[in-house]
């Protein structure tokens, strides 16, 4: 079974630019998640989608937004970039919605956002 | 909400000498919890996962992890550091898919 897939790998933009992250889950996962990690602020929640609906959401700014596809794919958004918004994008699918069961998250390799 | 501490952001170990990352969690419902590893320019892979079903949870490459309520810790063992350990560790709580991570811990393993 392939893993969770993330394009592009690596990305170079400017301030104010805006930028679209693609997130492929595992064959059969219906939850994404994301997750910035940086130097300072550690590992932190951005967004998790399950069916295609916003099911929880970090403590970020309304720049970052997101969306699922009917095939589980998801894509992260993040308009007017700051040079703070320079980070590694981790991207985890879990196959078990169900409410109080343990969701075991599978991460992908993550893009790594750079903001000049 | 829920939350991690991990105490220790670096632990040096010797090659064959235990390893123990320290983790406490906080939450107001019994908690899931896991341990995942990263390694330079990776993204995070499971070590093991707490789920009620047993306080002693064995993970892949040798790690172990026991659940302690009274504590409210889960702290990460291995009883046998190789240099291929050396990583960063990661302890995280997830209560309704709301997942939270601790800061997380470098091992560095000396020759």
């Known amino acids: 079974k392939a893993g969770v897939t993330q394009t592009p790998r690596y990305l170079i933009k400017t301030r104010g630019q805006q930028v679209t992250l693609s997130c492929s889950p595992i064959?059969?996962?219906?939850?994404v998640s994301w997750y910035q990690q940086t130097p300072g602020q550690g590992l932190q929640f951005l967004f998790e989608y399950f069916s295609e609906t916003q099911r929880n959401k970090g403590n970020f700014p309304g720049r970052f937004s997101g969306r699922q596809f009917s095939n589980s794919r998801s894509e992260m958004n993040v308009s007017t970039l700051e040079l703070g918004d320079s980070a590694l994008y981790l991207c985890a699918s879990s196959s078990n919605p169900t409410t109080g069961e343990a969701e075991t998250q599978y991460f992908g390799p993550g893009t790594r956002l750079l903001v000049l | 909400a829920q939350s991690v501490t991990q105490l220790g952001s670096h632990v040096s170990v010797s090659e064959g000498a235990l390893v123990l990352l320290r983790c406490n969690y906080s939450?107001?419902?019994?908690?899931?919890l896991f341990w995942y590893v990263q390694y330079p320019n990776q993204g995070l892979q499971l070590l093991l996962k707490y789920t009620s079903a047993a306080t002693l949870v064995k993970g892949i490459n040798g790690f172990e992890a026991e659940f302690k309520k009274s504590e409210t810790s889960f702290h990460l063992t291995k009883p046998s550091a190789h240099m291929s350990d050396a990583a960063e560790y990661f302890c995280?709580?997830?209560?309704?898919?709301?997942?939270?991570f601790g800061a997380g811990t470098r091992l560095t393993v000396k020759p």
């Open positions: 995280a709580v997830s209560v309704q898919s709301d997942m939270r």
């Open positions: 939450s107001s419902v019994p908690p899931y």
């Open positions: 064959s059969g996962h219906r939850s």
